[in-house]
């Protein structure tokens, strides 16, 4: 009680509900008034941040750690009581009529759409020094993923834009989740380029703060080993987008401006805004609450299934179900097989990427109902199997992916799966731990993110009509990877299908040994045969054709070890480095119609 007499009135109801919550032990080494009272501030200060940036307050978040902690010890499963079985959702297949009409009717709602990019985590999987958001997409341009997906975003808008009908022209805002390992550099990123052409006041940085670290099963917070006035912190995980979202302000500023659909993605998915038109347009479409996308699963493949699960009491819900807690659930619900693949060679449980499209008015519904709160979980690791003490201090995590969990079963919650080369190619390992992935599974490394860029942009153009060579298969930073000719686009030069299809036109072929960068708008690609390098650079206003016959010795790929740190970390970690040997580089920066001979 002595201890309490520097204290606030606000700093003493703090101390109240640690007190009142089994958190006694935080104050038995305090020393007495008037020593160290700047840390015992400072630890009110934490306390007060830890206490209002959860939903629910600190009483809450001990509430919820003791039952998860409980059910933690005696082993229960989250699971017990629901069957599983396939959802229903939507399979689409790239080129053809119906992804067509998607991707249309995607570019329609975009101008409604909000972006939501969770960039908070500092990737330690990865192991990068920077942020992953500055990582180059690719290194044939040098684009980093956070000036692609800005990029992308302006593309819908203005595509939207032309074809609405309505004449709203509302920007379409761009939110990024960031934490204080991430917070300052991405802001620092954005800056320094002019938000990479976007309004500044459509960007919205949303900073996730970190929850408290738990000692033992009794949920006692842990103090940090070299401050005693201090909480130990760690990530409270995605989820937290949510609750950030919600305290903003920002949902009901959205639906005055007529704005219907939110999109949640990762940081490091170069592919992802191929699939976002056709799979906005299945949302608009079946008027999906939910909308997952989703890939094609091998049975057992280390990606959450999307699953539906339906409980005795009658509750059900379609929700990611991580895979090592799939296949026990499905061996002890009647499949005694578990999860295996189908007559389609795949598992029947399509592969969760974590991009979410949400119903903005049902979300806001939703987030009133729980303050933005997510299911939570806990992973403590246990010192020994009587699962009394931890190995170190754990804490509570939550996933964005689980909002479905807490909707009522009339919500309308479904998926789009769409092909991995079209849509799924994160950057999430470092090249050790990608060199060590089973053959055929993913690397999702930085050198086969960049490689899945070439051989989706390949393909593309394949459908399209070029005669894209065949790829080569090279070992890189110990990974066998498909290098297809390097071909890289701007979001605004080919946004959906049927728009790329307008630029190509006559008979065209580009070699394995290609490189090719189109940075402007208005490019045609018409009987172009290019066995070499051809980089073209040109404003709106030009008009420029692609065509006859390019030869030259081109951009060739040198091995880079990823251990050789005389080169930066960045390239490094692909394993290869352009060597520009030589080029056709044309600049067309006058308004006119220009040939590759102007
Ligand atoms: N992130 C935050 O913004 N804040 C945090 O506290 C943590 C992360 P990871 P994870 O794509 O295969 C997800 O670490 O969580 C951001 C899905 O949960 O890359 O291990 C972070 O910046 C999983 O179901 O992935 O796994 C990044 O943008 C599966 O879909 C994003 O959250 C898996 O991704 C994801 O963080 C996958």
């Not at 501030?41 to 001990?62: E, K, M, T, V």
């Not at 972006?115 to 684009?143: D, M, Q, S």
């Not at 689980?402 to 079209?422: E, N």
Request: hydrophobic share 35%; with cysteine.
């Amino acid at each position: 009680q002595s201890n309490l007499g520097i204290l606030s009135p606000d700093q003493i109801e703090l101390a109240k509900i640690l007190l009142e919550n089994g958190q006694s032990h935080l104050f038995l080494h305090w020393s007495e008034p008037g020593v160290c009272d700047n840390e015992k501030l400072g630890f009110f200060d934490q306390i007060a941040r830890l206490n209002s940036s959860y939903p629910g307050g600190l009483a809450a978040y001990i509430k919820t750690a003791k039952e998860l902690l409980a059910d933690s010890e005696l082993g229960k499963n989250p699971y017990d009581g629901f069957s599983p079985s396939v959802p229903s959702g939507e399979n689409l297949t790239f080129g053809d009529e119906n992804f067509i009409e998607m991707e249309k009717r995607g570019v329609v709602e975009a101008r409604k759409a909000a972006f939501v990019l969770v960039a908070g985590g500092l990737g330690e999987r990865l192991g990068y020094n920077g942020i992953k958001v500055a990582l180059p997409r690719e290194t044939t341009t040098g684009t980093c993923f956070l000036q692609h997906y800005i990029e992308s975003i302006l593309a819908l808008q203005e595509a939207s834009h032309k074809v609405a009908s309505d004449g709203n022209q509302t920007d379409i805002p761009f939110i990024i989740m960031t934490s204080d390992d991430t917070h300052s550099r991405t802001q620092n990123l954005l800056e320094l380029n002019s938000y990479f052409g976007m309004k500044s006041t459509q960007v919205h940085l949303l900073k996730q703060e970190k929850v408290a670290c738990l000692d033992d099963n009794d949920a006692r917070l842990a103090l940090d080993s070299n401050n005693k006035y201090k909480i130990q912190t760690k990530p409270h995980g995605h989820g937290d987008v949510h609750s950030l979202l919600y305290s903003s302000g920002l949902l009901d500023k959205w639906l005055d401006a007529g704005l219907k659909w939110v999109l949640f993605f990762q940081d490091t998915n170069g592919l992802l805004f191929n699939a976002i038109p056709a799979s906005l347009g299945v949302s608009a479409t079946k008027q999906y609450h939910v909308n997952s996308l989703a890939v094609p699963r091998k049975a057992k493949e280390a990606i959450g299934g999307i699953t539906k699960l339906t409980h005795a009491d009658g509750r059900a819900m379609v929700i990611n179900v991580e895979y090592n807690q799939l296949d026990p659930l499905l061996r002890t619900s009647g499949f005694p097989d578990g999860d295996v693949n189908c007559e389609t060679g795949y598992s029947p449980f399509p592969g969760n990427i974590n991009q979410l499209i949400l119903e903005l008015g049902s979300y806001k519904e939703e987030l009133q109902k729980t303050g933005g709160a997510i299911k939570e979980f806990v992973n403590p690791k246990y010192k020994d199997s009587t699962k009394t003490s931890f190995k170190s201090s754990t804490r509570l995590e939550c996933m964005m992916q689980d909002y479905p969990k807490t909707l009522p079963p009339t919500a309308r919650v479904g998926f789009t799966v769409m092909d991995i080369w079209l849509a799924y190619a994160p950057v999430k390992n470092n090249p050790e731990d990608a060199a060590k992935v089973p053959k055929g599974n993913p690397y999702h490394s930085a050198t086969s993110g960049e490689m899945a860029i070439y051989r989706a942009n390949s393909r593309i153009l394949q459908k399209a009509g070029v005669k894209v060579e065949e790829p080569v298969k090279q070992v890189l930073n110990g990974q066998e990877v498909e290098v297809w000719s390097r071909i890289t686009w701007k979001p605004k030069w080919g946004l959906i299908f049927s728009d790329i299809k307008t630029k190509v036109s006559g008979n065209c072929d580009i070699s394995q040994r290609s490189t090719m960068a189109i940075t402007g708008r208005n490019v045609f690609i018409d009987n172009l045969s290019l066995d070499g390098a051809l980089i073209v650079d040109s404003i709106d206003d030009a008009e420029v054709k692609l065509g006859g016959s390019i030869k030259n010795n081109g951009w060739t790929m040198e091995t880079v070890d990823y251990k050789d740190t005389s080169v930066p970390e960045e390239i490094r970690i692909r394993g290869f480095r352009f060597n520009k040997v030589e080029q056709l580089e044309k600049k067309f920066a006058q308004p006119g119609k220009f040939s590759l001979e102007d």
